[in-house]
């Protein structure tokens, strides 16, 4: 039984944090998984640095992984941390900012020592005054100690019993929040097979932690969070990469195609390539090519010989595959490229969320080289775009450009799972009749080509990256590739008949249209509900269809007194609406620090403009 | 299959061939075309890849498929149309600049996956369609458009490359030698595996007579060692000379003359799959030694699309997962059997509800 201390809330939000090598994301995935089974809502956001390993004790390498969770649905994995498990001095510091006021701090009291204090350069005793942290709940623990006692007569040596701390915090915050052990007891004992000491030990830290919370109740508080109203049906927690690989395996399922991948790894898009290679029991062809150019060129390869082809990448990748997204634009090939965005530019910031490559997505390539470009707005709608943008390059031979980030890749939601009768049809554009097979020949309504390959007999045609008249002739004649380019512009902008109306979330008019694209949905949603519950006439137009726009945006903008559009770059998509609808005035809220936005920031960027 | 009875018209496609008249590309083409008609498949399945140069053209004058790709990386695209179809006959066609300079990586590790496709090198030491600078081949101090006080850089040697990256297949050629072309074209297109065949090409108009040393008729005999598994490696007017092994070497001696017999001549070896030999064959140039052709290297390895498919099947049979219904239901999964009023991401609607 536990005693009177128990705090109910409708949402939480919790960070671990520690050394990248204490294992935080796999303590924090852990707590996620198990509090998403519950039936509560939840989302996460990992967020650690570039270095696998950076000195050890230093601000620069703490690992942190925070996930909200909540009996209500819960749209972002919060601004501010109510609990803060923190392994080391260095993850004080690094997360005072992130904490909510009066929050809980459970720290490894045994690693608050001279030593790491100074690698963390504190310059006191007491780092918690020196972050302004003093009015917070703390709770020393001595993870480390308690560890080492418990795991006295298992014979390891101090490296691997002080590797299973992580697990200690992990039992310890499961009391905290009512969560049974039993699916991460499970999960250590699948991982570790065939270590049963491993198993044995990291099971015992475990349930040490548990119990110390269960034991020390005086000290500890203890929260109840109800699970979420959501809607009925079969969930499952994912990820935007695994969502974004697993929506590739539903278009080549529906389309009946074989799902060709080429890709070179590079942080944060690297998982959709690992996702993808797990499943040759699905008969996915994964080929890890020598550079990002490979990449994209061997798929268009497998896109002439007739499968889904795709390619996947980060902000830098997407700059060398340049020349060869133009070779698929020129061949009217259809391809699916993924740009897991990450800060920018040149190596600029690898594991951190940005949305800057949306200008590089739409016009990075030589020539007038239009592709469709699409944006997924949360981890779990990855799986729906990666589907959308594969039916839309097969239906009308056409790249197509899905752009997520780092913030959706890796952060999880619980989702709920479609069945692949509830999925619409893919239609691929394969040419039926030799006789009348040219190989530039178009549908009068769409534009799109017809698509033949390798292996079908009197359908032997030649393409390539030079100007093809209709019959697939290179030619060079003016006129002609004035036509070609104006067809592949109106082919792309075609498109717009697959795409839906866009809908406010709000009212159809009013004072503030808050405009947003991509990633940053979930932020975005929960500011517009918060400031309506305020009284304020805020409603909100999100965009996963960059281009071609839904073809209501200019009706939608026109109903509203102010369009603020907010964006985490210095404004790109403002200046893409002010080329495409040069007559409504659009505010930006931009940022650019590499972290999603804010609740708190996006509600006072508002209340700045309604002042205004 | 072997009753398709083509012929190199069969090969031909309508469009006007461009290259300058006298160029070694038609003879290479009219070589690629006869070994095609020859090989009993159907025309269909032929998929001809190429970069960008001169040679790079060569789909365009082909009746089968055919991609004029981008600059360097043909041999990537073609991995992607023999990943996708291993039932097809792929075949690469690129120059030095292309595979050597800009497409060097993807020609490296195109050798080292020994993916089945069949590179045909075209290899004239210049870059043609630029209109003449130096390329990754062209000798040390050779005079360009873009070198005009010479190079100061040595050239590859694309047989030592293939080596360098464990190459399975390595066959050279001349471009007005239609018949050792096919020869070796139909051994690059038996050969499981990535066969490169570099054939020496004559640019008329940038490089002209840049091989002659080699292709001279009135030294040829002297100048070129056609090689024959299984033979003894003899060269000369009379067959009079061959290649010895001598200290670690490799060693040009007249049969009969200081103690030199027949038996120490050595006998050719493609199949070995020690490569020091053969890379002591690619190396040999004039003066010292005749340049040699044919196949040099042919041995078997594991290829990439056939291991590709073969480990798909294995896992599948013994899979669990079988179509995406499963996998989206497999693992962890929980029911929410209560429908209380709030409902999930409700704004905007989802697409596709």
């Given at each position: 039984?536990?005693?009177?201390?128990?705090?109910?809330?409708?949402?939480?939000?919790?960070?671990?944090?520690?050394?990248?090598?204490?294992?935080?994301?796999?303590?924090?995935?852990?707590?996620?998984?198990?509090?998403?089974?519950l039936g509560n809502d939840i989302s996460t956001f990992p967020d650690y640095p570039s270095e696998i390993r950076a000195p050890q004790g230093t601000v620069g390498g703490v690992s942190g992984f925070q996930v909200q969770f909540g009996q209500k649905q819960i749209n972002t994995p919060g601004d501010y941390a109510h609990v803060l498990i923190a392994m080391n001095p260095a993850a004080v510091k690094a997360n005072a900012k992130f904490m909510k006021p009066g929050g809980t701090i459970i720290y490894d009291s045994d690693a608050f020592n001279e030593k790491n204090l100074n690698k963390a350069n504190f310059k006191t005793d007491d780092p918690?005054?020196?972050?302004?942290?003093?009015?917070?709940?703390?709770?020393?623990?001595?993870?480390?100690?308690?560890?080492?006692?418990?795991?006295k007569d298992f014979g390891l040596d101090n490296k691997s019993v002080l590797r299973s701390k992580n697990m200690f915090a992990l039992g310890l915050v499961c009391w905290m929040f009512n969560r049974p052990l039993d699916y991460i007891e499970e999960f250590i004992k699948n991982k570790f097979a065939k270590k049963p000491v491993v198993v044995e030990s990291n099971v015992k830290v475990l349930h040490d932690g548990y119990n110390y919370g269960m034991n020390m109740q005086h000290m500890t508080p203890s929260y109840l969070v109800n699970p979420a109203n959501i809607e009925k049906g079969t969930y499952r927690n994912i990820n935007g990469n695994?969502?974004?690989?697993?929506?590739?395996?539903?278009?080549?399922?529906?389309?009946?195609?074989?799902?060709?991948?080429?890709?070179?790894?590079?942080?944060?898009?690297?998982?959709?390539?690992?996702?993808?290679?797990?499943?040759?029991?699905?008969?996915?062809?994964?080929?890890?090519?020598?550079?990002?150019?490979?990449?994209?060129?061997?798929?268009?390869?497998?896109?002439?010989?007739?499968?889904?082809?795709?390619?996947?990448?980060?902000?830098?990748?997407?700059?060398?595959?340049?020349?060869?997204?133009?070779?698929?634009?020129?061949?009217?090939?259809?391809?699916?490229?993924?740009?897991?965005?990450?800060?920018?530019?040149?190596?600029?910031?690898?594991?951190?969320?940005?949305?800057?490559?949306?200008?590089?997505?739409?016009?990075?390539?030589?020539?007038?080289?239009?592709?469709?470009?699409?944006?997924?707005?949360?981890?779990?709608?990855?799986?729906?775009?990666?589907?959308?943008?594969?039916?839309?390059?097969?239906?009308?031979?056409?790249?197509?450009?899905?752009?997520?980030?780092?913030?959706?890749?890796?952060?999880?939601?619980?989702?709920?799972?479609?069945?692949?009768?509830?999925?619409?049809?893919?239609?691929?554009?394969?040419?039926?009749?030799?006789?009348?097979?040219?190989?530039?020949?178009?549908?009068?309504?769409?534009?799109?080509?017809?698509?033949?390959?390798?292996?079908?007999?009197?359908?032997?045609?030649?393409?390539?990256?030079?100007?093809?008249?209709?019959?697939?002739?290179?030619?060079?004649?003016?006129?002609?590739?004035?036509?070609?380019?104006?067809?592949?512009?109106?082919?792309?902008?075609?498109?717009?008949?697959?795409?839906?109306?866009?809908?406010?979330?709000?009212?159809?008019?009013?004072?503030?249209?808050?405009?947003?694209?991509?990633?940053?949905?979930?932020?975005?949603?929960?500011?517009?509900?918060?400031?309506?519950?305020?009284?304020?006439?805020?409603?909100?137009?999100?965009?996963?269809?960059?281009?071609?726009?839904?073809?209501?945006?200019?009706?939608?903008?026109?109903?509203?007194?102010?369009?603020?559009?907010?964006?985490?770059?210095?404004?790109?998509?403002?200046?893409?609406?002010?080329?495409?609808?040069?007559?409504?005035?659009?505010?930006?809220?931009?940022?650019?620090?590499?972290?999603?936005?804010?609740?708190?920031?996006?509600?006072?960027?508002?209340?700045?403009?309604?002042?205004? | 299959?072997?009753?398709?009875?083509?012929?190199?018209?069969?090969?031909?496609?309508?469009?006007?061939?461009?290259?300058?008249?006298?160029?070694?590309?038609?003879?290479?083409?009219?070589?690629?075309?006869?070994?095609?008609?020859?090989?009993?498949?159907?025309?269909?399945?032929?998929?001809?890849?190429?970069?960008?140069?001169?040679?790079?053209?060569?789909?365009?004058?082909?009746?089968?498929?055919?991609?004029?790709?981008?600059?360097?990386?043909?041999?990537?695209?073609?991995?992607?149309?023999?990943?996708?179809?291993?039932?097809?006959?792929?075949?690469?066609?690129?120059?030095?600049?292309?595979?050597?300079?800009?497409?060097?990586?993807?020609?490296?590790?195109?050798?080292?996956?020994?993916?089945?496709?069949?590179?045909?090198?075209?290899?004239?030491?210049?870059?043609?369609?630029?209109?003449?600078?130096?390329?990754?081949?062209?000798?040390?101090?050779?005079?360009?458009?873009?070198?005009?006080?010479?190079?100061?850089?040595?050239?590859?040697?694309?047989?030592?490359?293939?080596?360098?990256?464990?190459?399975?297949?390595?066959?050279?050629?001349?471009?007005?030698?239609?018949?050792?072309?096919?020869?070796?074209?139909?051994?690059?297109?038996?050969?499981?595996?990535?066969?490169?065949?570099?054939?020496?090409?004559?640019?008329?108009?940038?490089?002209?007579?840049?091989?002659?040393?080699?292709?001279?008729?009135?030294?040829?005999?002297?100048?070129?060692?056609?090689?024959?598994?299984?033979?003894?490696?003899?060269?000369?007017?009379?067959?009079?000379?061959?290649?010895?092994?001598?200290?670690?070497?490799?060693?040009?001696?007249?049969?009969?003359?200081?103690?030199?017999?027949?038996?120490?001549?050595?006998?050719?070896?493609?199949?070995?799959?020690?490569?020091?030999?053969?890379?002591?064959?690619?190396?040999?140039?004039?003066?010292?030694?005749?340049?040699?052709?044919?196949?040099?290297?042919?041995?078997?390895?594991?290829?990439?699309?056939?291991?590709?498919?073969?480990?798909?099947?294995?896992?599948?049979?013994?899979?669990?997962?079988?179509?995406?219904?499963?996998?989206?239901?497999?693992?962890?999964?929980?029911?929410?059997?209560?429908?209380?009023?709030?409902?999930?991401?409700?704004?905007?609607?989802?697409?596709?509800?």
């Amino acid at each position: 039984m536990k005693d009177a201390k128990v705090i109910e809330l409708d949402e939480v939000a919790i960070r671990f944090s520690g050394d990248s090598g204490d294992g935080m994301q796999l303590t924090g995935t852990l707590f996620s998984d198990a509090t998403a089974l519950l039936g509560n809502d939840i989302s996460t956001f990992p967020d650690y640095p570039s270095e696998i390993r950076a000195p050890q004790g230093t601000v620069g390498g703490v690992s942190g992984f925070q996930v909200q969770f909540g009996q209500k649905q819960i749209n972002t994995p919060g601004d501010y941390a109510h609990v803060l498990i923190a392994m080391n001095p260095a993850a004080v510091k690094a997360n005072a900012k992130f904490m909510k006021p009066g929050g809980t701090i459970i720290y490894d009291s045994d690693a608050f020592n001279e030593k790491n204090l100074n690698k963390a350069n504190f310059k006191t005793d007491d780092p918690f005054a020196e972050c302004n942290l003093d009015d917070y709940f703390k709770i020393p623990v001595p993870i480390s100690s308690l560890t080492k006692e418990g795991l006295k007569d298992f014979g390891l040596d101090n490296k691997s019993v002080l590797r299973s701390k992580n697990m200690f915090a992990l039992g310890l915050v499961c009391w905290m929040f009512n969560r049974p052990l039993d699916y991460i007891e499970e999960f250590i004992k699948n991982k570790f097979a065939k270590k049963p000491v491993v198993v044995e030990s990291n099971v015992k830290v475990l349930h040490d932690g548990y119990n110390y919370g269960m034991n020390m109740q005086h000290m500890t508080p203890s929260y109840l969070v109800n699970p979420a109203n959501i809607e009925k049906g079969t969930y499952r927690n994912i990820n935007g990469n695994h969502a974004t690989a697993w929506g590739l395996l539903a278009a080549a399922e529906k389309s009946g195609l074989e799902l060709f991948l080429g890709s070179y790894p590079i942080t944060p898009a690297t998982d959709i390539l690992s996702a993808l290679s797990e499943r040759k029991d699905l008969g996915v062809k994964t080929f890890q090519a020598e550079d990002e150019i490979a990449g994209i060129t061997s798929a268009i390869g497998a896109s002439f010989a007739g499968d889904l082809a795709v390619t996947t990448t980060s902000g830098p990748g997407l700059a060398l595959k340049s020349e060869a997204i133009g070779l698929a634009v020129m061949a009217e090939l259809p391809l699916v490229i993924v740009n897991v965005q990450r800060g920018g530019p040149s190596t600029g910031l690898p594991t951190k969320t940005e949305q800057s490559d949306l200008m590089q997505a739409l016009y990075g390539r030589n020539g007038e080289s239009p592709v469709v470009v699409l944006a997924a707005s949360t981890p779990s709608d990855c799986f729906w775009y990666a589907f959308k943008a594969a039916k839309i390059a097969l239906e009308r031979m056409v790249p197509v450009l899905l752009l997520t980030d780092g913030f959706l890749g890796n952060g999880s939601e619980p989702w709920r799972i479609p069945k692949m009768s509830e999925l619409p049809s893919i239609t691929p554009r394969v040419a039926k009749d030799a006789g009348s097979f040219q190989a530039y020949k178009r549908d009068s309504e769409n534009l799109a080509r017809e698509w033949a390959f390798p292996g079908m007999a009197g359908f032997e045609h030649r393409i390539g990256g030079l100007e093809k008249n209709e019959t697939g002739t290179v030619s060079h004649d003016p006129d002609n590739h004035q036509k070609n380019t104006e067809i592949r512009e109106e082919k792309v902008e075609r498109v717009v008949d697959m795409v839906p109306d866009l809908e406010t979330c709000g009212d159809d008019e009013g004072d503030v249209l808050v405009v947003a694209w991509g990633g940053t949905y979930g932020h975005m949603i929960s500011t517009v509900r918060e400031l309506r519950k305020e009284g304020k006439n805020v409603s909100l137009a999100h965009f996963n269809y960059i281009k071609p726009l839904p073809k209501n945006t200019a009706d939608v903008f026109s109903k509203f007194k102010k369009i603020i559009v907010c964006e985490l770059n210095l404004g790109q998509f403002a200046s893409y609406l002010r080329d495409k609808m040069p007559q409504f005035e659009y505010h930006q809220y931009n940022k650019v620090k590499g972290l999603p936005f804010t609740v708190n920031e996006l509600k006072q960027s508002v209340y700045k403009l309604l002042e205004d | 299959m072997t009753d398709l009875k083509y012929t190199i018209k069969d090969f031909k496609s309508e469009n006007e061939v461009r290259w300058c008249p006298g160029c070694g590309d038609y003879a290479i083409m009219n070589a690629v075309q006869r070994t095609m008609a020859g090989m009993g498949i159907p025309r269909e399945k032929f998929a001809v890849i190429s970069g960008i140069g001169c040679s790079s053209r060569f789909p365009y004058y082909m009746s089968t498929f055919g991609f004029h790709t981008i600059h360097g990386r043909a041999a990537a695209v073609a991995s992607g149309v023999k990943a996708a179809n291993p039932d097809l006959s792929v075949w690469v066609i690129t120059g030095d600049g292309d595979a050597m300079a800009i497409g060097g990586n993807h020609f490296i590790h195109l050798i080292r996956r020994n993916m089945d496709l069949n590179l045909v090198l075209f290899n004239n030491r210049i870059y043609g369609l630029t209109k003449g600078q130096y390329s990754p081949t062209s000798d040390r101090g050779v005079k360009t458009k873009t070198s005009p006080f010479g190079t100061v850089e040595d050239p590859f040697v694309p047989g030592q490359l293939v080596i360098g990256a464990r190459g399975t297949f390595f066959a050279r050629s001349i471009d007005s030698n239609i018949k050792l072309s096919q020869e070796v074209f139909d051994g690059a297109a038996k050969h499981k595996g990535t066969s490169v065949v570099e054939v020496l090409q004559n640019c008329v108009i940038f490089n002209n007579g840049i091989h002659n040393a080699i292709t001279d008729p009135n030294h040829r005999a002297d100048r070129q060692l056609i090689l024959e598994h299984g033979k003894p490696m003899l060269f000369g007017e009379e067959n009079e000379k061959g290649i010895i092994f001598e200290k670690g070497k490799l060693k040009v001696a007249k049969v009969g003359e200081n103690g030199v017999t027949t038996d120490d001549v050595l006998v050719h070896d493609a199949n070995e799959p020690d490569p020091t030999i053969h890379m002591a064959l690619i190396n040999m140039q004039l003066p010292d030694f005749p340049v040699a052709f044919g196949v040099i290297r042919s041995v078997s390895a594991p290829v990439y699309d056939v291991e590709m498919a073969a480990q798909i099947k294995t896992v599948q049979q013994t899979r669990k997962i079988k179509n995406v219904d499963e996998l989206l239901n497999s693992g962890n999964t929980w029911e929410v059997t209560t429908e209380n009023g709030s409902t999930g991401k409700d704004c905007p609607k989802f697409e596709f509800k």
